[in-house]
C-alpha cells in the first residue's frame, strides 16, 4: 500500500504537516559505497523554496541514514531515511479545515478514511515526495556500479514544447528545460500563471541510458508497465506514454516497427522496451502532469457536510508541478530499474550457476 | 511475475502455441453466483476468427471450469480455468525460426531467457490474453453483484477519431467502434493497410459506471496507477491517459479543476480519480495500441546468431490489435476494480465492526 | 492465499472430488532439463492405493504439463501442470452432508465462506498436496542442478520411535521408516489402529544435504521461519522443529551452541541454520502429523443447523496421514529451497556484477 | 524481506548499535484511538535492564510516533515510530570483531552479505524485537476494537515446567512465569546459570481468547501456518507446537479429535484452529526458545579468515531469552491476528455488500 518494488523494495510514511517524513528501502545488496552527499544533492535538486518557480516554502530537507550502512557501505539491511519537517507550523488552516479544496485528493480521503487530516492534504501531499528522492538515490548509486545512467527533464509547459533533448542544459535551468530556446517562453508562462493567481501543467522526459537488454518480468510486473505503475503514482499525473506513446497508435506497422541490423536497432519507436521487456537501447518515457491544483481564484465547492461554499485558498504552492515532479520522476524510474535488475537476476540457469558455482 | 493483483489476485499460464493456455483466479468471494453463459459470451467478444477485421485464426476459445465453483455458486477456493488450443499446429515456423520479428518480443525474450519459443510468439503472443478475459469475467460478476458496470469501445483507429461514446453501439459493431457514423472510415482504414498487408494502431476507451468513492490504496496501489499497470501491461499498448489526460497538461489550473456541487462534480476532467482515490463519478481511461508488428511486408533483421537476414512474415494476424484490445482492457479494468473493492474493506474501523459485530 | 514463495512461486487449485487439481510454478529459471519421468515417479510416491497403509482410494495421479516446457527445457514462463480426478464420483455423502466432522475442516471453513461443499472435504481435503508434489518436482529439478538433494523419512509413528535416520531403506520401505528395526512395530500400530476403526499419529523427518550458507531473507522471511509457514501449512502438522528443536529449551548454552573449527561445525544442534540463514550443514526439521481425523467410530458432533447429531463416517482414509505427508514435507522443503536460492543472489553487490557483467 | 503481513504490514530498521531502529506499521484502518501511554507500556514489558534476570544493558526504549496519527486517531496512513538507542557506544568490540561467535548469526551474515557489522550482532541482534514490539502495540490497539485478547507466559525454563496458566501471576511476574509455585525454581535456575557463565533455554506459552471463527487464509496463508512463520523468526526459536503439538502425534484419532456440542467444541486439543482457519476457541501456540549464545565461558571458533581461535565473550546479555522474548511472541500473534483479520473481511459476498450497500 505505502510500499513500491518487489525486490529492491521501498515503503515510505510522513505527511506534509506531521513531524517527519521518511522511508525504509530494503533489498539494497550489500556492499555498494554510500556517497552521502550525493543523496543530499539529489534531495535538494527536489526541494522546494530555490526560486521564483517553486513553492517558497523553506525546507532544507536534510536526511539523516538511520540505519543499513556500516563504514560507508551498504550492509544489506534495510536502510532508513528521516526527514524532519521545519516549516510545518506556519500558517493556519481555518478556512479550509473543513472544505474540500478542488482538484485534491481531499474529498477521496474522506470517504476512504472518514477522517480529514487537514494540513496541507497530508498523506496525499507532494511533500511525501521527498522520501522518493531518498529511496530514488540509493537506486541510482546500484545504477552507477553497473553504469546505468538515469537522466530527466521538462519537455513541455504550458503547451510549449522544448525542441530538444539537452539533459546538460536542464541541469543549470531553474526549471529543468531541455531546450535553452524554449526555457525563456516557459518561464513566462509560468510568471504569467502565478500573477493571475493560477497555475500551468506540463510534461517531464525521462530516459535510461546504458540498460542492459533482458529487464522486465512478464506479464504483469513488464517494465512498461512497471514504469507506468511508477509514473501514474505520482501525484499530478494524468498520462504516461513510453517511446512514441500515443503517436504511435496513428502510425501504421511498417513505419512503426524498430527493424535491426547487426550493430542494433535502426530506430527506436518502442522506447526501448519491446514486449515489456528492455532492449538495451534508451528507455524513453514522458511523463505528464496537470496543473497545480492549489489556485489562489474563487472557486466552488463543498465542506465535508456537503453544504455548498466557496473556497479561496491562501498559502505556498507551485505554479507548476511537473518541474519538481520530473525529479521524483527520474527517482521513481531508478526505483524501478534497480529492481528489475534484481528481480532478473534468476531468469536463466546460467545465471543462477555463476552465482552459486 | 504471471500474477496481478493483491487480494483479487489472477494468475495466468500458457502460450500461443502450445496445449492450453488459463488461469487461477484467487481471493474471490464465496457467495457470487457463476453464470457460465455470460463467461463463455465474453471469450467470445475477444476471440478471433470472427470477422474481416480480426485474425482469421479460429479459436473457438471455450472456457471449462476445474475448481472453485460449486452448485452454482463460488466457494471462495481459486477458480482455475483452461482454454484448450484447437489450432496451434497449422503451420510451420521454418522461416522465421531463428529470426527476430521487428516490433515483437523475439528479441528480448532471447535476451532474458536465453531460449527461443518460435512458435508464434509464445507467451509473449495476445493469446495470452484469452487468459485475462476469462479472469476478468469472473470479476465482472463481482462487480455485477454491487452495481458496477465497465464499459469499452473503440474511439480512434489509424488517427480517425470517434466524436461520441455510444456503448450501445459499439456493442453491435464488428470493430467495437463508439461512433457509428466514423465506423466506416475506420473500417476502410484497416481493410487499406491490409490489402496494402500492413498494420494500423488505434485508440480504446474504457469507462466505469457506478463505482463507489474510496477505491485506491495510496500511495503505491493508487487506482490510477493500478489502472496504468494493467494497461500498460497489454501487449501493442504504447500510451494510457485518465480523464483528460495530456491534454491536462496544457491547461490552466482553473480551468482542470473540477469544482463541486452539493450534487456532486460539476466536471469531470480528472476522469474520476483525485489523489489516486475514486471520487465516485465515471472512470474514464484511454488506453493507446500500436499498430499490430506482424505485417506481411519485407523488412530488416537478424537472426539469433546476428547475422543480417530479411523478413517477410507469414500468418493470421489482426490487422489492428486496438479492437480485441478494448475487450482484454475492459478485463483489466474490471480486474483492477475488484481487487480494489475488496483492499478498500478494511480503510475504516466502522467497516470492520460491520464484518465482525 | 492459494500461492507459495516469493521469486519462485506456485499456484495451487482443486478440490478432493472436483474435475481435476494442478498448480502453475512461476518464476522456474531458463534452461533446466525436465525430466517428466522423475515428476511422475514423485507423484508416484505420495499417491493413495500403493498398499496397506494407505487409503484405497485408486488415483493413477497422472500429471500433465501444460505450458512453460519447450523441447524439454524450461523457457522461464509458468509452468501449469494439471491432474485429473478419476476417482471422484464413487460413493454418496448423505450421511455427512450438513454434518461438521470432528477434526475436520467443515466447521472453519462454513464460519468462513458460508458455503459447505461436503465432496470429501473439498479444498481442504489433502488430495490438493498432490499439486504441491507436483510443484516440488520442479523445484527439485533445480536443486538438482545445484547438487542439492532433499530427503525424507519416517521417524516416529504412535509414539514409536525410529533410532536410525536410514534414507536408503526409508525408500523401499511401504511405510517410508527410517529404521530397518522399528518398521515392523510402526507397521503393527498402524494395523492394529485400522482395525479397531482408529488412526494414528507420526513424526516425519526432512533433511537437505549439500546447501549452500547463506540462503534466507532475514528478518521475515528467514529460512527457519519460511520451513515453519511451510511445514504447518500441511494438512494434519501440528509441531516443528528445526535442529534440536524443543530440546534445546532444555539446554545450557554451552551444550547447545555449535562450535567451529576451520573445517566447518563441530556439532549441528541449531539444524542448519543460525540467525534464519543456512550455515551449509545438513538442515534437519521434524514435521509432527496428528492422528488422521476420519475414523470410524462413532462421535459427537453438530450439523449446519447446531443440531447435536452423532457422526459415523464411511469412506477410505489413510490410517496415519504422516506417511505420505513425509512426501509433501520433502516436496515443500524443496519449493522453500528453491525460493531461497532465487532470492539470495543479489543479496551482494559482487553476485549482482557476476550476472551483469 | 524485512516486512511481515499482507495487509496489515509492518517493516522494520534498526541494528543494536545503529542510531536508532523503528518500524513502519501501514495498513492501519483509519479510526482507531490510539493510546500512547498503553504503547509504551507495552515496549516497557520487552525493555532491558529491568531486573536480575536481563541484561544489564540500559535503554529506556522510548517510542515516538513519526506518522499516521492525528488527533489522537489512526489517519490509515503509514504509522512510523522510531526508538533512539542511547547506550550503543558503551563497549569496544576489539575481542570479537573478526571471530565467528558461535550459536551466533555472524557467520551466516557473513556468507550472505560478505560484509561483517561486528557491533552487538548489528541486524540480527534481539534488540530489533524493540521494533516489533511497537509494531504489535498498534494491532492490540485493533484487537481491543474487536474485544480480541493476547496473552503469554512462560511455561518453562531450564526444563522446569509450569504446571498452571496463571496470566495474571504472569504480569506480575519477573521472569513472566505462569505458575507461582514453580517461579522461585525456575529464577534458581537462571540465577545459576548466570554464576556459571553459562544461560539456560526456556518455553513461552502465547494464549488468544475471544477471537472469531474462520480467520486464516488457505491454503499458504493459514492461520497456523503464519503463526508459525512468525514465531520461528523470532531470534533463538527452535520449535513451534499449537494445541497439542508434538503430542498430538503419539495420539489415536479419537483421543485427538475435538468433538462438538451445540455449545461448541468439548475439547481443544487443537488449539483452536482447524484446516488452518481459527474455530473461536482459544488459540494455543507453545514457543521454544534456545538458550542465549552469549556466554561467558571459553568456546572453540574461527575468525573470519578461517584461522581457528578461542573466543571469551564479554559485555551484556540476557541469561534467559525466552522471559523478554515471550513479549515479542505475544506481539507478533497480535500481528498475525490483526493481519488475518483484514484479510477474512473479503471471504464471503455478504461481508462485501455489508460494507457497500
Known amino acids: 500500500m505505502n510500499s513500491f518494488g518487489s525486490k529492491f523494495r521501498f515503503t515510505t510514511f510522513g505527511e506534509s504537516h506531521g513531524r517527519a517524513l521518511g522511508c525504509i528501502v530494503d533489498g539494497v545488496p550489500a556492499g555498494i559505497t554510500v556517497d552521502e552527499d550525493f543523496i543530499q544533492a539529489e534531495m535538494d535538486r527536489r526541494k522546494p523554496g530555490q526560486n521564483a518557480y517553486a513553492t517558497p516554502r523553506k525546507e532544507s530537507d536534510k536526511v539523516e541514514i538511520l540505519s ?16 524532519f519537517n521545519e516549516n510545518q507550523k506556519s500558517r493556519d488552516y481555518t478556512n479550509v479545515k473543513d472544505l474540500f479544496r478542488p482538484g485534491h485528493a481531499d474529498f477521496t480521503y474522506f470517504e476512504k478514511y472518514g477522517i480529514r487530516d487537514y494540513r ?10 521527498a522520501a522518493r528522492v531518498a529511496a530514488g538515490a540509493i537506486a541510482k548509486l546500484l545504477l552507477k556500479e553497473l553504469g546505468i545512467e538515469v537522466l530527466s527533464g521538462i519537455c513541455e509547459i504550458d503547451g510549449i514544447k522544448s525542441s530538444k533533448e539537452d539533459f546538460d542544459f536542464a541541469k543549470t535551468s531553474e526549471i529543468f528545460s531541455l531546450d535553452k530556446d524554449k526555457e525563456e517562453f516557459q518561464k513566462d508562462a509560468i510568471t504569467k500563471a502565478k500573477k493571475e493567481h493560477n497555475s500551468v501543467g506540463g510534461v517531464a522526459l525521462v530516459k535510461v541510458k546504458n540498460s542492459p537488454a533482458g529487464l ?16 501514474m503514482g505520482i501525484n499530478a499525473v494524468k498520462a504516461i506514454e513510453i517511446g512514441d506513446g500515443t503517436e ?9 516497427n524498430d527493424q535491426m541490423r547487426a550493430d542494433g536497432f535502426k530506430t527506436n519507436h518502442c522506447g526501448g522496451i519491446l514486449g515489456g521487456i528492455s532492449t538495451g537501447a534508451d528507455i524513453d518515457v514522458k511523463v505528464y502532469f496537470k496543473p497545480t491544483p492549489s489556485i489562489f481564484l474563487k472557486q466552488e465547492t463543498v465542506d465535508i457536510n456537503n453544504n ?22 527520474e527517482s521513481m524510474m531508478s526505483l524501478v530499474l534497480a529492481d528489475m535488475l534484481l528481480l532478473n537476476m534468476s531468469s536463466k540457469l546460467e545465471n543462477i550457476k555463476k552465482v552459486y558455482n
Chains 1, 2, 3, 4 share one sequence.
Open 68 to 83: 543499513g550502512v556500516f563504514e560507508g557501505k551498504t550492509t544489506g539491511t534495510p536502510i532508513s531515511m528521516v526527514i
Open 120 to 129: 496541507g492534504g497530508g498523506r496525499s501531499s507532494a511533500r511525501e515526495t
Open 216 to 231: 522486465g518480468e512478464p506479464l504483469y510486473h513488464r517494465l512498461d508497465a512497471q514504469i507506468a505503475n511508477a509514473m
Open 248 to 256: 504511435a497508435s496513428a502510425k501504421k506497422g511498417l513505419e512503426n
Open 308 to 329: 455548498e461554499v466557496n473556497c479561496e485558498l491562501k498559502g505556498r504552492h507551485d505554479p507548476c508541478v511537473a518541474i519538481r515532479g520530473s525529479v521524483v520522476a
